[in-house]
């Protein structure tokens, strides 16, 4: 009867230590922040677009979540109507600039005719990137791009 007791007490006291982990900069889940929004001030600058797509009219929600070699960068966006498709995160570059930023741009192909405008759930679209380990060397935030705003995630 003692064996088994002794056992479980031992079992709970080193599991309860496990939550200091949790909020450690040693757990990967923890390598990147929420994502906070940021609202587009100025014109980007005029880049050679090779896409035809336009970039979605707002970002809604990011995430950059931890996968095994890398990391997933997930985002929602919300065009201005009902209807658009091909949504993909375009990379700016495929490094990080000066200041540790890798940028993606949101883009959306626009509906082939007419739509309706529906309601703001309706009309949210979403598009993921993967970034290998090697990519993340020297990140130390990742930023996707809408036309009305933009959002970051930060380590």
Known sequence: MRAPLLIILVAALTLGGCASVRESR????????GATEERVTETPRQVVVTDPRGLVDEVVDMSVDRAPGGAIVHATGRPSRQGYWEADLVPLS??????????????VAP???PTRIGTAPSREVTAAAFLTDQALQG????????????????R
């Open 26 to 33: 040693l757990n990967p889940f923890n390598w990147f922040g």
């Open 94 to 107: 495929s490094r990080p600039d000066e200041n540790g930023v890798l940028v993606f741009d949101f883009r």
């Open 111 to 113: 509906p082939p005719g």
């Open 139 to 154: 990140v130390r935030a990742v930023v996707v791009r809408g036309a009305r705003n933009q959002r970051r995630a930060t």
